[in-house]
């Protein structure tokens, strides 16, 4: 049973950065491949980005392309969400997600491993 753990979500100003990280309790994450989520209030839970296991492929929802990077670090058994330029309706809680296979999945119902959540929440 993998665990996933997300931090560094909070409250800032439009226009800022911030960095999530999400720490897998497995280096069986390492065969994962993996995927950032996004749930405002009263929205479907959306994908944001997700990447390869080994780190080669990547995938960003349009609304975040070329403001969003995902990365990961196996040795770490972490995944990163490097957010820049956020605006406000960029405000929801992130999740990530683990999914059983190699490959970039972007769809969240195939994946089977999920964290609890960071709130982010951009001010304008």
């Known amino acids: 049973q993998v665990q996933l753990a997300e931090s560094g979500g909070g409250l800032v100003q439009a226009g800022a950065s911030l960095t999530l990280s999400c720490v897998a309790s497995?280096?069986?994450?390492?065969?994962?491949?993996m995927g950032w989520f996004r749930q405002a209030p009263g929205k479907e839970r959306d994908i944001v980005a997700a990447?390869?296991?080994?780190?080669?492929?990547?995938y960003y929802a349009d609304s975040v392309k070329g403001r969003f990077t995902i990365s990961r670090d196996n040795a770490k058994s972490t995944i990163y969400l490097q957010m820049n330029s956020l605006q406000p309706e960029d405000t929801a809680v992130y999740y990530c997600?683990?999914?059983?296979?190699?490959?970039?999945?972007?769809?969240?119902?195939?994946?089977?491993?999920w964290g609890q959540g960071t709130q982010v929440t951009v001010s304008s």
């Open positions: 497995e280096h069986t994450f390492n065969n994962y491949a």
């Open positions: 990447i390869s296991w080994s780190g080669a492929n990547t």
């Open positions: 997600a683990a999914a059983l296979q190699h490959t970039i999945v972007v769809v969240a119902a195939d994946y089977y491993y």
